[in-house]
């Protein structure tokens, strides 16, 4: 199952990831001022996957990806792929499983681990 990962940019602004349950980025949203924001559009983009248009394009050097379109909107651009067939599974692997993906949150300024003066006691 893939996974929605939000985390704050050193501009101050918010995104988020779709990760596949390997932790492989699949692809990146655009940027949003406030936190909240991008949980309203994951839950969009979970709500709707069925309208979404998967555009695919080439890069210069030869690789794939797609942006993902919602209602003539850019939601967000897939990481590059390298065979046609690599980025037919990403995207499919969206449609499996974006309605069931659960959301972590890694943007807040708190460390995940604690000193290691908290962990022992001692320093």
Partial sequence: ???FVITKRLNGFYKYEFTSRKGKTIFISNDFELRFECEDDINHLKSCINEV???KFK???GKLYFKIILKDREIAVSRKYTTQLLLQKGIDEIIRTISK???LDFSSQDD???PAEDVFGVL
Wanted: charge should be neutral; hydrophobic fraction near 45%.
């Fill in 53 to 55: 248009f998967f555009m």
């Fill in 59 to 61: 890069s210069k050097n």
């Fill in 112 to 114: 995940i681990f604690p």
């Fill in 101 to 103: 993906s659960e959301i």
């Fill in 1 to 3: 199952m893939g996974t």
